[in-house]
């Protein structure tokens, strides 16, 4: 380990990181044996930018085995805190892995390229041919309004979904990068969430610097539109997505949603994007079923810089399964729930603890703005906050391929969306917790 740190020019860390890094090893080879066919590897590579910081664990105290077995609904529903657990459900305390408190992952800066820093085993690791003149690897940023399809589409080219997608504007509120690899190209995915011009809150300007900040790091750039819609000019898009930069990176136009739209339009609008729009090529895509992103997919790779690949070809993401869960209750809690409700909703993993002989034990608290939110949410009884832990836990058991058990409580921090400090410790100013 320590010659790792060296190696990622990283300060040495403290026993208890070291664990949880090698904790997070088990993480990324729980994404392969989701992604590639079951077939495991005994090693990673950590491709990941650790900052020295560790939070602080705020998780709620440990739930006691009496209120483990506590009838008396009234005042599990006053403590707001719901369990969603099987009867048959071990003791956890002896086997737990705790790893509630965590470094922070950078999410802003690229891995180093020199394959120098890499030793013979990490190269292996990657596939790494040393006299492949043909490798291509590189970032894209997928870019736009929202709800354009930007999520579906990076979905759809990673081949799995690592992005949430739901019918309401603005869910994507981070930077998801996902990784797709081929025998000699790898291409890194930012999924952005949508430009917005109206700012209302601290976390939309915050969210909008992430979607430049993707754009700084990209190789190229991939603008979404939504064909179904009038065509529209793209300034605001690129502006906040390429800024002023000096060398805009190639851009290409996706005209999405083709499929709701008659064949003849759809010449018109490329037309028209062609004409009216500082792009470089124009491709009809319907993302929702696939039709084009092979055609997105030979463009991206004919812009690509040669080189070899930043992360190990088996690696699908670099975020860690408790940014998954997070986002997996948040797309349920959109599913659920309308109006405002779903927006003024930020989902936290507090604890995630890994158990060798039982269910992983995940504690999550959904942070609301009003108390008013805080009732919706839990519902009569508690009805509709069951409703949408089971309905989470599924969908979790189904990306993670193995059973949890997830408690969720809601808690009311007023005008979170608009309070620097904590959005930073949500995750929104370009760092997110490494476990
Ligand atoms: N008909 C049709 N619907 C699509 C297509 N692509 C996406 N959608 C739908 O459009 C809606 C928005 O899709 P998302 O992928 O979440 O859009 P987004 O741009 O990531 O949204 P934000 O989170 O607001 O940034 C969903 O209901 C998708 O199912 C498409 O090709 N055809």
């Not at 970032?139 to 979905?155: E, F, H, M, R």
Request: charged share 30%; net charge negative; hydrophobic share 35%.
């Amino acid at each position: 380990m320590k010659e790792l740190a060296l190696h990622y020019n990283i300060p040495p860390l403290p026993p208890a990181t070291k664990l949880r890094i090698h904790h997070r090893r088990t993480l990324l080879y729980n994404f392969q044996s989701i992604l590639t066919n079951g077939s495991r590897r005994r090693h990673s590579r950590i491709a990941m930018n650790y900052s020295s910081t560790t939070t602080s664990d705020k998780s709620p105290p440990p739930i006691t085995r009496e209120e483990e077995f506590d009838d008396d609904e009234e005042e599990v529903m006053w403590r707001s805190r719901y369990q969603i657990r099987n009867p048959d459900d071990e003791e956890y305390e002896e086997e737990d892995v705790e790893t509630s408190s965590s470094t922070l992952l950078s999410l802003s800066v690229k891995p180093d390229r020199n394959m120098a820093m890499l030793d013979d085993y990490e190269m292996e690791e990657m596939d790494y041919v040393p006299d492949d003149p043909n490798h291509r690897s590189g970032y894209v940023a997928v870019v736009g309004k929202p709800n354009v399809g930007k999520s579906t589409l990076s979905n759809q080219m990673l081949g799995q979904k690592l992005s949430i997608v739901t019918d309401k504007p603005q869910t994507t509120r981070h930077r998801v990068l996902g990784i797709c690899s081929g025998p000699d190209f790898q291409m890194i995915l930012y999924d952005t969430p949508g430009v917005i011009e109206k700012q209302m809150h601290k976390l939309d300007t915050m969210m909008m610097k992430n979607v430049r900040s993707a754009a700084i790091n990209a190789d190229c750039v991939i603008v979404v539109v939504d064909a179904s819609r009038a065509p529209q000019k793209i300034d605001e898009v690129l502006e906040e997505g390429v800024g002023d930069l000096k060398h805009k990176p190639p851009t290409l136009l996706v005209l999405n949603k083709k499929d709701l739209i008659k064949p003849g339009e759809i010449a018109k609008k490329i037309e028209w994007y062609e004409k009216f729009t500082d792009v470089d090529e124009v491709i009809p895509v319907s993302a929702k079923y696939g039709h084009g992103v092979e055609d997105i997919k030979d463009w991206i790779l004919s812009k690509l810089p040669l080189g070899p690949a930043y992360y190990p070809k088996d690696i699908a993401s670099e975020h860690p399964e408790r940014f998954f869960v997070s986002e997996i209750i948040r797309e349920k809690i959109f599913m659920q729930y309308r109006n405002e409700v779903p927006y003024a909703c930020q989902v936290n993993v507090v604890s995630y603890k890994n158990r060798p002989n039982a269910k992983d034990f995940i504690q999550v608290e959904v942070v609301v703005e009003k108390n008013s939110q805080k009732i919706i949410l839990i519902g009569k009884e508690g009805k509709a906050l069951k409703l949408l832990a089971t309905a989470a836990r599924l969908d979790i058991e189904d990306f993670l391929q193995k059973k949890v058990f997830l408690e969720i409580e809601v808690k009311v921090k007023e005008n979170w969306r608009q309070n620097e400090g904590l959005l930073k410790y949500y995750g929104y100013g370009g760092h997110i917790q490494a476990l």
